[in-house]
């Protein structure tokens, strides 16, 4: 069955430093790999997406991933953090050949001035 | 592009009322919707997947006569909680896929906060 873990419950992070946000998945077949942020109260927004090709993946906001298929997984990454940044992030994977997606836990991200 | 608006975005009712939640898509045409349920600091627990014109698929352990939903068009999805009851209170997602390529994100409404006095 397919299955990401996010093995960090938060995050924190000081305004300007890089960031770093870890998914590790494990998947029959070729993973289709998802990020997305939520914000209090709001739905989910998609960030970026791994299907094929170039293993470092640019999205919104600035932010990317690295897909490493190796160590099965798929970092979010940025720069320099943004106390804008701090929110919820979750790391998914499509469920085999079906439209579903299956989601870690989450990992709250806290960027501090 | 890629918009979806669910409404309401909050909604408190007596219990024993049903509620119904909107899901559409504004600017896509959303061949499969789907709902999901958040409960504080949790992650999303997918109910039902829904696809114009046919009935849901709902996952295991959803009560399908407690959670009707209904997909009549490309651009609607409704969720209706019937006879809800406190222990229904969460946040509801839900979320919208559009034709061609089945490798597009899914693109979420804004969620509707559920409270059942």
């Known amino acids: 069955a397919q299955s990401v873990a996010q093995p960090e419950d938060q995050v924190n992070v000081a305004e300007g430093n890089p960031l770093t946000v870890k998914c590790t998945y494990s998947?029959?077949?070729?993973?289709?790999l998802f990020w997305y942020v939520q914000y209090p109260n709001r739905g989910l927004q998609f960030l970026l997406k791994y299907i094929t090709g170039d293993n470092l993946v640019k999205g919104s906001y600035g932010f990317e991933a690295e897909f490493n298929k190796s160590q099965t997984s798929f970092h979010l990454k940025k720069p320099s953090a943004l106390v804008s940044d701090s929110a919820l992030y979750f790391c998914?994977?499509?469920?085999?050949?079906?439209?579903?997606?299956?989601f870690g836990t989450g990992t709250r991200l806290q960027v501090f001035p | 592009g890629a918009v979806v608006s669910q409404h309401p975005s909050w909604v408190i009712c007596k219990s024993g009322t049903s509620v119904k939640i909107e899901c559409r898509s504004l600017d896509f045409q959303a061949t499969t919707m789907f709902w999901y349920r958040q409960f504080p600091k949790q992650s999303l627990m997918l109910m039902a997947t829904s696809n114009e014109g046919s009935k849901a698929t709902y996952e295991q352990g959803v009560e399908k006569d407690k959670f009707l939903i209904n997909h009549a068009s490309l651009t609607l999805s409704t969720l209706t909680v019937t006879s809800a009851h406190p222990e229904d209170s969460s946040f509801y997602i839900c979320?919208?896929?559009?034709?061609?390529?089945?490798?597009?994100?899914?693109?979420f409404g804004d969620g509707t906060r559920l409270s059942i006095l």
């Open positions: 998947v029959s077949g070729n993973p289709y």
């Open positions: 979320s919208a896929t559009g034709t061609g390529n089945s490798n597009q994100p899914q693109h």
């Open positions: 998914a994977v499509r469920d085999g050949g079906t439209d579903k997606l299956i």
